[in-house]
């Protein structure tokens, strides 16, 4: 069946320091891709997507790049800074539209540091 | 504009009983997914609702059902809980073919 594999955390960081969060999938057919956050006592919000190979997903100085030849789906972020700490989740659907259900990781903690 | 509210925030109970949780959809959205996180975990997909039918169905066990109403909010049931039940059970909605914006989670702990 379809899945997705993260890097462990948790990762810790210094502020302005590069970020890179590895991500894996599993699928049949062509699937879109995602890049979930969550931030302490809130639910999920969407911060980037890419629905096709070649695509890449950009929000709030976030990038990933839907590479179907690594069936990879890497989050980067340049300058991290003390607000991003949180938990990533990858995130696909295998069927066409959103709106079908998401296949997570089991995500990565990301902790920022002055 | 709300968005994707849940009630309760908060629920303790224990084994055997039974629960249900409450989710009200994003102004406009006609689509509820509902998924189960256990600490440390990523969300699961359970099940979700589309004109008051169920659209899609995840691995869980049939004492996980669900309700949607006409004005598109959902009920989540679980009977005879279990230990393993204990988790933060996020609301999805969205439109049928669109994005989906999850509301903040209702935390059970089953004792």
């Known amino acids: 069946g379809d899945s997705v594999t993260q890097m462990e955390g948790p990762v810790t960081l210094s502020e302005e320091a590069c970020l890179t969060i590895?991500?894996?999938?599993?699928?049949?057919?062509?699937?879109?891709l995602f890049w979930y956050v969550q931030y302490p006592g809130e639910g999920l919000q969407l911060l980037l997507k890419?629905?096709?190979?070649?695509d890449k997903g950009s929000n709030k100085g976030f990038e990933a790049t839907y590479r179907k030849e690594t069936t990879s789906f890497h989050l980067e972020k340049g300058s991290v800074q003390v607000s991003d700490s949180a938990v990533y989740f990858c995130?696909?659907?295998?069927?066409?539209?959103?709106?079908?259900?998401?296949?997570f990781g089991t995500g990565t903690r990301l902790q920022v540091t002055l | 504009d709300a968005g994707v509210t849940q009630s309760p925030t908060h629920l303790i109970k224990t084994r055997g009983q039974q629960v249900t949780l409450r989710c009200s959809p994003k102004?406009?959205?006609?689509?509820v997914s509902w998924y189960q996180q256990a600490l440390g975990q990523g969300p699961q997909f359970i099940f979700q609702?589309?004109?008051?039918?169920?659209?899609q169905r995840g691995n869980f066990p049939d004492r996980f059902s669900g309700h949607q109403f006409p004005n598109y909010s959902s009920e989540l049931n679980v009977n005879a809980l279990l230990l393993g039940d204990s988790a933060l059970y996020l609301c999805?909605?969205?439109?049928?073919?669109?994005?989906?914006?999850f509301g903040p989670g209702t935390r059970l702990t089953v004792l």
């Open positions: 995130a696909l659907t295998a069927s066409a539209g959103t709106a079908s259900k998401l296949t």
């Open positions: 102004s406009g959205h006609d689509t």
């Open positions: 590895n991500c894996t999938y599993t699928a049949t057919g062509y699937p879109s």
């Open positions: 890419a629905t096709k190979a070649d």
């Open positions: 609702y589309y004109e008051e039918e169920e659209r």
């Open positions: 999805a909605s969205s439109l049928v073919s669109d994005e989906q914006f």
